[in-house]
């Protein structure tokens, strides 16, 4: 019998492979990590952390976590084609997809 989290990560993976566009994860210290991600552009965001009235467009990068080997820091990179994002924060982390924040 096949565990329902072993079945989560293959459709995860399998999402990221369909869905997704290849890019370089560059951390701060080791080797960077060539993986597939989901690049989501102008996401209405609203500054944290306290609630207000304002809104901004940002941009979002959702990555596989075991992919990329660990939660990125603020200041690390991610390279699209030849665009490079840079790590703000992270929005959500579920332990299987990492929402982070880029500008």
Request: hydrophobic content about 40%; overall charge negative.
């Amino acid at each position: 019998m096949t565990d329902i989290s072993t079945v989560f990560d293959h459709v995860a993976e399998d999402l990221a492979e369909t869905m997704g566009v290849s890019a370089t994860y560059t951390p701060a210290v080791g080797d960077a990590v060539t993986l597939d991600v989901l690049l989501n552009q102008g996401v209405q965001m609203q500054p944290g952390p306290l609630e207000a009235q304002v809104w901004q467009q940002g941009t979002t990068i959702d990555a596989l976590l075991d992919d990329l080997g660990k939660e990125p820091d603020r200041d690390e990179t991610i390279t699209i084609g030849s665009t490079t994002y840079t790590v703000l924060s992270i929005a959500e982390n579920d332990g299987t997809w990492v929402k982070i924040i880029v500008r």
